[in-house]
């Protein structure tokens, strides 16, 4: 019988301590993730919701929209989607939808605010806000927003680029010349290469006391103002102040 010496006895193998490390964090990993899978998609569900920030609609109203049966996995909810569906409501601007772990969602609303009103050839008034959408129908004209002077109606005005330069016009103007404008109206300026982008409409205000101001577009808003406080003091009803530095009033 042969004996084999150690020299040339076969090596032993040996296993590293770092691969059986990384064996026993693969298996813990398995099963973290299977239990995951399995108690996660029973106690991270959602159980309640909360809406913030509604006034012209209800809460109920954006929880039908969100279309978020209770029991809705959590952990597999697409909020991005979900704020998408509250966005459809006409009222809302935008929402934003987050997780409360372990089983609450919270909608965040913010609703159009409208800043003109639209006379109504059938009666009343459409309020729509910069972009044109409707926010609501008034039966009588709304005090403390100005009248819009359009033959187009409330409908007919959403991305109109005439609307958008006489919310921005009035939402530059100073508080003082803010609370006397009773109606704006806007007109295309002729076009030309001295027209900028701010000056492509000229819009005009009815203040409350029968005077009227050309403001013009949307530049250099601090000027007119500053101008604006100094000649209105006077007798004059017309002021044009649409190129500042050379005003002209009657």
Request: net charge positive; no cysteine.
């Amino acid at each position: 019988m042969t004996e084999t010496s150690p020299a040339t006895a076969p090596p032993t193998r040996r296993r590293t301590p770092w691969r059986a490390a990384f064996f026993v964090l693969a298996g813990l990993g398995i099963v973290a993730g299977v239990a995951w899978a399995l108690l996660g998609s029973r106690l991270f569900v959602v159980r309640s919701v909360t809406v913030a920030g509604t006034h012209l609609v209800t809460p109920a109203q954006v929880i039908a929209a969100a279309d978020v049966p209770a029991g809705t996995s959590l952990i597999g909810l697409d909020a991005g989607q979900v704020a998408r569906r509250v966005e459809t409501i006409r009222q809302v601007a935008s929402a934003t939808v987050a997780k409360d772990w372990p089983d609450h969602l919270v909608i965040t609303v913010r609703e159009r605010v409208p800043v003109v009103a639209v006379r109504m050839t059938g009666g009343g008034f459409d309020l729509v806000d910069p972009t044109g959408v409707i926010v609501r129908w008034s039966p009588t004209e709304p005090a403390g927003l100005p009248l819009y002077l359009t033959s187009l109606t409330g409908g007919a005005l959403r991305g109109n680029p005439g609307l958008a330069t006489a919310a921005a016009v009035l939402g530059e103007l100073s508080p003082a010349l803010s609370a006397q404008v009773a109606s704006v109206g806007v007109t295309q300026a002729l076009s030309g290469s001295g027209v900028t982008a701010g000056e492509a409409y000229q819009v005009l205000l009815g203040l409350r006391d029968h005077k009227s101001v050309l403001w013009g577009g949307t530049d250099d808003a601090a000027q007119k103002n500053r101008e604006l406080a100094v000649l209105m003091r006077g007798s004059a009803t017309y002021f044009d102040v649409s190129a500042p530095g050379t005003v002209v009033t009657k």
